[in-house]
């Protein structure tokens, strides 16, 4: 596996520097896509509240990337489902932390929406990744 990054941000002139996601990613490889994983271990057994769930997703995130052979800078698309947008934003200040500790300072182009429910009745955030793994 190469050293050398698949992808890059995009930026387009004049536009402010995003905080936490990027605009737009350029990729060159082989594609994985993720289905829509959840705050829960390998048992099965969901994190109690918003931030353990984030915490485990994001694990989860990694090891389905990890396990295909990328890495978590291959990562070029994270789309979040959450169930409580209130909750979401006001928890931003603790999900940057553990944002790093997860998947480090990659902030690839994100989108993040609220929806009704989940099929999993306890989960309350849901994430599919698209990462582009080189060579």
């Known amino acids: 596996m190469s050293n050398a990054p698949a992808s890059r941000a995009i930026l387009p002139e004049g536009w402010p520097v995003p905080r936490g996601y990027a605009n737009g990613m350029v990729a060159e490889g082989r594609v994985l896509v993720t289905g829509g994983l959840v705050g829960w271990d390998a048992n099965g057994v969901f994190a109690e509240g918003l931030l353990p769930q984030l915490r ?16 978590v800078e291959d990562i070029v698309r994270l789309t979040w489902y959450v169930t409580d947008i209130a ?48 060579g």
């Open 56 to 71: 485990q997703t994001l694990i989860n995130i990694k090891a389905v990337v990890e396990a295909g052979g990328g890495r």
């Open 87 to 134: 909750d979401y934003r006001a928890s931003l200040k603790e999900m940057g932390p553990i944002y790093r500790e997860t998947l480090g300072r990659h902030f690839p182009a994100m989108a993040v929406v609220q929806v009704v429910a989940l099929v999993e009745p306890q989960a309350l955030v849901e994430i599919e990744a698209t990462a582009v793994i080189a």
